[in-house]
């Protein structure tokens, strides 16, 4: 038996809180979208491998160092959602914010085909950011 839509999470999100965040592109869609909110640094909707890259690349400029841990994984079906801490470290300012990040994953035929992520505060990331 193949792996649950919860394993797939699971194992990319242990794979990305280990500082691996490229863990699991073979679990991706080619088709597949990654969505932040706008005003966000890095916000937009990326979409397949090369839209990964650029969200990763606009990530990794954005914080110096970033950490995470899930608080709970809910499984629905083809839906995984994930509410998550987020600690992160501003490049540009040094100052650290910590709060709560809800990720809503669709997956499709065991591949990823979409990450809708939501931040608790958005104006707060945009300010120290």
Same mark, same amino acid.
């Given at each position: 038996?193949?792996?649950?839509?919860?394993?797939?999470?699971?194992?990319?999100?242990?794979?990305?809180?280990?500082?691996?965040?490229?863990?699991?592109?073979?679990?991706?869609? !080619?088709?597949?979208?990654?969505? !932040?909110?706008?005003?966000?640094?890095?916000?937009?909707?990326?979409?397949?491998?090369?839209?990964?890259e650029e969200?990763?690349?606009r990530?990794?400029?954005?914080?110096? !160092?970033?950490?995470?841990?899930?608080?709970?994984?809910? !499984?629905?079906?083809?839906?995984?959602?994930?509410?998550?801490?987020?600690?992160?470290?501003?490049?540009?300012?040094g100052?650290?914010?910590t709060?709560?990040?809800?990720?809503?994953?669709?997956?499709?035929d065991?591949?990823v085909?979409?990450i809708?992520?939501?931040?608790?505060?958005?104006?707060?990331?945009?300010?120290?950011?």
């Amino acid at each position: 038996m193949g792996m649950s839509n919860l394993d797939i999470v699971r194992a990319i999100q242990d794979g990305t809180a280990g500082g691996e965040i490229r863990t699991g592109k073979a679990f991706y869609a !080619e088709d597949f979208t990654l969505r !932040e909110a706008p005003s966000l640094p890095y916000g937009g909707t990326f979409r397949g491998a090369g839209g990964l890259e650029e969200f990763i690349a606009r990530h990794e400029a954005t914080w110096a !160092e970033r950490s995470f841990a899930v608080l709970r994984y809910v !499984e629905a079906g083809d839906q995984v959602i994930c509410l998550v801490e987020l600690t992160a470290r501003s490049r540009r300012t040094g100052e650290t914010i910590t709060m709560q990040v809800t990720e809503w994953w669709t997956l499709r035929d065991g591949q990823v085909i979409d990450i809708h992520e939501f931040y608790f505060d958005t104006a707060a990331v945009a300010a120290i950011a």
